[in-house]
């Protein structure tokens, strides 16, 4: 499993220009059944997404797709988890 950080860069001024794209990327992740959970870091630095079923370069080549990504309007950080607990509504991510 992992957890995706896009956090806002300096350009977070012009995100507004690729909100679509990036909304149809978040849509595809899902729709791919890659992505879990996606939500805004609070306050207001940019956002966080829960994928599994992927490697980490496939993964981080979806992230590059991310028009946020590719027009420098957040910075994406990778980082793998591997659950060895969770909540019973959450056992199926342990791996």
Do not use: C, Y
């Amino acid at each position: 499993m992992f957890i995706v950080f896009l956090k806002f860069t300096d350009r977070k001024s012009q995100a507004g220009q690729f909100m679509d794209g990036h909304k149809a990327w978040l849509k595809r992740g899902f729709a791919e059944g890659v992505f879990l959970l996606a939500g805004g870091l609070e306050p207001g630095l940019g956002g966080g997404i829960l994928a599994h079923q992927t490697t980490h370069a496939a993964l981080q080549q979806r992230v590059n797709e991310d028009p946020f990504v590719a027009e420098g309007i957040v910075s994406a950080e990778i980082h793998e988890l591997d659950p060895g607990m969770a909540d019973e509504r959450l056992q199926f991510l342990v791996s």
